[in-house]
C-alpha cells in the first residue's frame, strides 16, 4: 500500500512547498522508491489555463494535456516522474464535479453539503490513480487558516485517520530573523502549528525555513511547544541553487525523519552522486554566457519558471554559467534605439510564449535583429510564430503579413487552424467555445525531416513535444519561406501542422511550435536548449 506525505504551508505563501516536496521525492527515489507527486489547489478557477500569468505565474501542461500548477514543473524537474491529470485539482474542479453528480441525481436527493460531499471528493482524488507507488506526496496549497483551504484540510485530517500508519504530515514554515534584535523568532511557527491543530491535523515532521542556522535549542523549543520531536524539525536554509535544495535537506536528516516517522528502518542509503554533479556545474562553471529573452511577462519570472530552469540545464549540460537579461519587448516598440542598445554584446536571444496583441511587434524586431546579425535565436510557440512573420514581411514579399490573432491582415499566416482546414482529422478543437477548450494541449508527434538542423540536435526521426497554443502557422506558406532560406524542418505525422522551422544559413536560428521547456530536465536537459546554449557560448567567443 502507498503511503501518503501530506505537505502544508504556514506563516506566509512563497517558502517554497512546492520545491520542498519535490525535493524530498528526489531523495526518496534516490533510496530506490517509486514516488509521485500531486497538488491540490483552493482556488476557484477550474484550472490555471484562463489565468493571467501575473496571477498565477507559469500554467505548466503535461503529456495528456492538462493545464497545471506551476509546482508540477518542480515536481517532473526533481524526479523525471511525468506528470498527468489526475495530478492536480482546484477547488473549482472539485465543485464541478460534485455539481454535476447532483444535477444527475447520484446523491438521490440528499442535501449536497461540503462535508462530507466536498471532502469525499477531495479524497477519492488524492487517492485515485495509484498504481505501485512507495510515496504518494501530496501538497496542499495556500497556507493554513486560509477560508479556501479548509475543506482541503479537512479532506486531508480524515484521510489520516483512516490510513493511519500509512500517512505523516509535514508542515513547512517561516523562523524569521529580526535583525534589529539579532534573534530568530519561533512564535510564528508556533502559532501555525497551533491553527493547524485547531483543525485536528498535528504535523508530524516541521520544515522551518530560515536565512540563519536555527541552533539546537531553538529546535528544541520549537519541538516542545509544538509537540514535535526536535529530531523532526528540520531547519532549511538557503542554497546557492534550488538544485542543492536535496544535498541540503539529506545532511538536515529530512528523509530519514520521514522515514522515522513510518518505522521504516531499513531503507538503503540515497545515492545522491547525480544531484553533486549538476550542483558542482551550477557553483564551478567553465565560462558564462548572456541570453536576452524578450518576453511580455517579465516582471513576474515565475510567469516563465520552466524556461529560465530550462536555461539552467543548458548551462549545465554546457558548465557554463547563463545570465538572463529579460526585456520588457514593448521597449523596441516604444524606442528605436533600445533594439541595438540592449541587444548588443548578447550571445543569444529567445523569444517565449505567450497570447495577445501586446508587444508582438516588439518581438518581431527581435527576431529581425537576431536574424541579421546572425546572433542564435530561439523562438517558441508565440516566438516562432513572431518570426515566421517576420520572415514573411523581410523576405517573403508579404509586407503585411500577420496573424488573426491581432485581427485580419493580408495575408494571415498565422491563425486558428479551422480557419483553413475543415474536416481534417488532425483538427482537434473548434475556433469558438470556451477559452479553456480551444487549445491544442499536451504532446503531439513531429517528424523531423533528414539533413535539418532539428534532426541532428535530436539525433532521431520523431519526437513528442508537449504544446499549449491556439494559434498556428498556415502551411500554405511553406514554399515562399522556404524559397526565402527557411526550413520547415519538424512537421506533424499529417504534415499540415509546422512544429520547428530554421533558417538554413544561419548559425542557430530555430524556431518551434511546442513548448521544449516543459520537459527539460536539470539530469537531462532539453537536446534544444543544451544546443542552444553551445551556440550561445560559440558566438560568444566570437563578440
Known amino acids: 500500500m502507498a503511503r501518503f506525505i501530506f505537505v502544508t504551508g504556514?506563516?506566509?505563501?512563497?517558502?517554497?512547498?512546492?520545491?520542498?516536496?519535490?525535493?524530498?521525492?528526489?531523495?526518496?527515489?534516490?533510496?530506490?522508491?517509486?514516488?509521485?507527486?500531486?497538488?491540490?489547489?483552493?482556488?476557484?478557477?477550474?484550472?490555471?489555463?484562463?489565468?493571467?500569468?501575473?496571477?498565477?505565474?507559469?500554467?505548466?501542461v503535461t503529456d495528456d494535456g492538462a493545464e497545471t500548477d506551476l509546482d508540477l514543473g518542480h515536481y517532473e524537474r526533481f524526479t523525471g516522474v511525468a506528470s498527468k491529470q489526475s495530478d492536480n485539482v482546484t477547488t473549482g474542479r472539485i465543485y464541478q464535479t460534485v455539481i454535476r453528480k447532483e444535477r444527475r441525481g447520484d446523491y438521490l436527493g440528499a442535501t449536497v453539503q461540503v462535508i462530507p460531499h466536498i471532502t469525499n471528493a477531495i479524497k477519492e482524488f488524492a487517492t485515485a490513480d495509484i498504481e505501485d507507488e512507495d510515496f504518494v506526496l501530496v501538497e496542499i496549497g495556500g497556507t493554513v487558516g486560509d477560508i479556501e483551504s479548509l475543506p482541503f484540510m479537512e479532506a486531508i485530517r480524515q484521510l489520516g485517520n483512516e490510513l493511519r500508519n500509512n500517512a505523516i504530515f509535514i508542515h513547512l514554515t517561516l523562523v524569521p530573523y529580526i535583525a534589529a534584535a539579532g534573534e530568530l523568532k519561533t512564535k510564528p511557527t508556533q502559532h501555525s502549528v497551533k491553527e493547524l491543530r485547531s483543525i485536528g491535523i498535528q504535523p508530524d515532521i516541521l520544515l522551518c525555513r530560515s536565512e540563519q542556522p536555527i541552533p539546537a535549542g531553538q529546535r528544541a523549543k520549537i519541538g516542545q511547544f509544538c509537540n514535535v520531536a526536535p529530531e523532526a524539525v528540520i531547519q532549511a536554509l538557503d542554497v546557492r541553487t534550488i538544485y542543492e535544495v536535496p544535498l541540503s535537506y539529506h545532511k538536515e536528516g529530512f528523509d530519514d525523519a520521514v522515514l522515522n516517522a513510518f518505522g521504516i528502518e531499513d531503507a538503503p542509503e540515497p545515492d545522491l552522486s547525480k544531484w553533486e554533479d549538476i550542483v558542482d556545474r551550477c557553483i564551478n562553471p567553465d565560462g558564462e554566457v548572456s541570453i536576452a529573452v524578450v518576453g511580455k511577462y517579465i516582471e513576474l519570472q515565475d510567469a516563465y519558471k520552466s524556461l529560465s530552469e530550462s536555461l539552467i540545464h543548458g548551462g549545465i549540460a554546457n558548465k557554463v554559467k547563463v545570465n538572463v537579461d529579460w526585456i520588457e519587448s514593448e521597449v523596441f516598440e516604444q524606442n528605436e534605439e533600445a533594439l541595438s542598445e540592449r541587444l548588443t554584446?548578447?550571445?543569444?536571444?529567445?523569444?517565449?510564449?505567450?497570447?495577445?496583441?501586446?508587444?508582438?511587434?516588439?518581438?518581431?524586431?527581435?527576431?529581425?535583429?537576431?536574424?541579421?546579425?546572425?546572433?542564435?535565436?530561439?523562438?517558441?510557440?508565440?516566438?516562432?510564430q513572431m518570426a515566421v512573420i517576420e520572415g514573411c514581411r523581410s523576405l517573403g514579399g508579404l509586407p503585411n503579413a500577420g496573424t488573426s490573432e491581432f485581427g485580419n491582415f493580408d495575408p494571415n499566416v498565422v491563425g486558428i487552424m479551422t480557419e483553413w482546414t475543415k474536416g481534417n482529422e488532425t483538427e482537434t478543437r473548434s475556433a469558438d467555445g470556451d477559452l479553456g477548450g480551444t487549445m491544442r494541449l499536451g504532446a503531439y508527434p513531429c517528424?523531423?525531416?533528414?539533413?535539418?538542423?532539428?534532426?541532428e540536435i535530436y539525433g532521431e526521426a520523431q519526437v513528442h513535444e508537449r504544446h499549449r497554443h491556439r494559434y498556428e502557422v498556415n502551411i500554405a506558406y511553406r514554399d515562399i519561406l522556404e524559397k526565402a532560406g527557411y526550413k520547415f524542418s519538424g512537421l506533424s505525422p499529417h504534415g499540415d501542422l509546422p512544429e520547428i522551422v530554421e533558417i538554413t544559413d544561419h548559425p542557430w536560428f530555430i524556431g518551434v511550435?511546442?513548448?521544449?521547456?516543459?520537459?527539460?530536465?536539470?539530469?537531462?536537459?532539453?537536446?534544444?536548449?543544451?544546443?542552444?546554449?553551445?551556440a550561445a557560448l560559440d558566438h560568444s567567443r566570437l563578440v
Open 10 to 60: 504556514g506563516v506566509v505563501s512563497s517558502l517554497g512547498k512546492g520545491l520542498a516536496g519535490a525535493a524530498l521525492a528526489s531523495l526518496l527515489q534516490a533510496r530506490g522508491y517509486k514516488v509521485r507527486m500531486r497538488k491540490l489547489d483552493p482556488y476557484i478557477n477550474v484550472d490555471p489555463g484562463t489565468m493571467n500569468p501575473y496571477e498565477h505565474g507559469e500554467c505548466y
Open 345 to 384: 554584446g548578447v550571445h543569444a536571444i529567445l523569444v517565449p510564449g505567450g497570447f495577445g496583441e501586446r508587444g508582438a511587434e516588439g518581438k518581431i524586431k527581435a527576431a529581425s535583429y537576431a536574424r541579421i546579425n546572425k546572433i542564435p535565436y530561439f523562438g517558441i510557440c508565440y516566438g516562432m
Open 447 to 455: 517528424d523531423l525531416l533528414e539533413g535539418t538542423q532539428a534532426r
Open 513 to 534: 511550435q511546442f513548448h521544449p521547456e516543459l520537459k527539460s530536465k536539470p539530469f537531462e536537459p532539453h537536446p534544444l536548449f543544451e544546443s542552444f546554449i553551445k
